[in-house]
Nanobody, 114 residues
Framework: VQLQASGGGSVQAGGCLRLSCAASGDIPNGNAVGWYRQAPGKQRNQVAIITSTINTYYSDSVKGRFIASRDNVKNTWFLQMNSLKPEDTAIYYC?????????WGQGTLVTVSS
């Protein structure tokens, strides 16, 4: 199963973007999916996780601005990013727990200018 993220781009501060991730196959047992991001020169950090029971956890830095959702039928999930800030600039990676373990997609770049 491969993960393909899309929807990145360049926006001004205060703008919004919607990221999508499509899995090429089924996510086992509706396992957790989500998003990580890696800013230039920094480590990759968790942004949002959606569990199999559709509980969603957000990092403090995006709570109240980002909304994660998933469509189990289509094996896709999304990250609606609102009120974007320059510090949100990063490569965003979709993530899922697959049969081989935690896995990341190839990433999509989000650039927020002030």
């Amino acid at each position: 199963v491969q993960l393909q993220a899309s929807g990145g781009g360049s926006v001004q501060a205060g703008g919004c973007l919607r990221l999508s991730c499509a899995a090429s196959g089924d996510i086992p047992n509706g396992n957790a999916v989500g998003w990580y991001r890696q800013a230039p020169g920094k480590q990759r950090n968790q942004v949002a996780i959606i569990t199999s029971t559709i509980n969603t956890y957000y990092s403090d830095s995006v709570k109240g601005r980002f909304i994660a959702s998933r469509d189990n039928v289509k094996n896709t999930w999304f990250l609606q990013m609102n009120s974007l800030k320059p510090e949100d600039t990063a490569i965003y990676y979709c993530w899922a727990i697959l049969s081989r373990g935690p896995s990341w997609g190839q990433g999509t770049l989000v650039t927020v200018s002030s």
